[in-house]
């Protein structure tokens, strides 16, 4: 059964930066996918970025120059480094683990695989 544990959140000032970290259990980093989402109150879970089992990447416009995607394949866990953070980048954010395919590059997650989120406040 895969366990993914959040951490990392917290009030930052506009412009600041957070790392997020995933901890995975009954998944192991190097031979699967991750995503990291964000959903705002009254929004949808969006997509922000995913990472494949051999590391390949992609960023949502919204964050990319901003945002990067690593995974640590020793201590078995993906994380979300975040800087130059913005108001809206209010939300909580989540770790999935599912299936990158990198013909069209692109992330579909597995909806029986979520963290339980962890909060990230930009304050203005």
């Known amino acids: 059964q895969v366990q993914l544990v959040e951490s990392g959140g917290g009030l930052v000032q506009d412009g600041g930066s957070l790392r997020l970290s995933c901890a995975a259990s009954?998944?192991?980093?190097?031979?699967?996918?991750f995503g990291w989402y964000r959903q705002a109150p009254g929004q949808q879970r969006e997509l922000v970025a995913p990472i494949s089992h051999s590391g390949r990447t992609y960023y949502a416009d919204f964050v990319k120059g901003r945002f990067t995607v690593s995974g640590d394949t020793v201590k078995n866990t993906v994380y979300l480094q975040m800087n130059s953070l913005k108001p809206e980048d209010t939300a909580s954010y989540y770790c999935n683990q599912g299936t990158y395919f990198d013909f069209g590059n692109r992330y579909y997650p597995n909806n029986s695989n979520w963290g339980q989120g962890t909060q990230v406040t930009v304050s203005s």
């Open positions: 009954g998944s192991t980093v190097s031979i699967n996918s």
